[in-house]
């Protein structure tokens, strides 16, 4: 039987029109290197972003209670802009 390569897929990050705010930047670049810190659960990532100095969009610390929510507020909003939602 021949190999068969999987259709592409894209992560909605991929197809977006726009580049990302400047806070979703500092955002992204902090979570990289508080994961490859291994800081995976999420207490340590809060831990850690916070220890990077990197806020929540209120300028708060972050919290185990606020870190999801943001998250699926970004994710909601990506999704909104690209027509996805």
């Not at 992560?11 to 977006?16: L, P």
């Not at 580049?19 to 291994?38: H, I, Q, S, V």
């Not at 207490?43 to 943001?70: C, H, I, K, Q, Y």
Request: net charge negative; glycine share 4%.
């Amino acid at each position: 039987m021949p190999y068969r390569i999987p259709p592409p897929y894209l992560e909605i990050h991929q197809t977006r029109t726009h580049p990302p705010t400047d806070y979703e930047d500092r955002l992204g670049d902090a979570l990289e290197e508080a994961f490859g810190e291994k800081a995976w659960e999420l207490p340590a990532l809060v831990e850690r972003l916070n220890a990077l100095g990197v806020p929540d969009p209120a300028s708060a610390p972050w919290t185990v209670e606020s870190f999801p929510r943001e998250m699926a507020t970004i994710a909601a909003d990506v999704a909104q802009q690209e027509g996805t939602s």
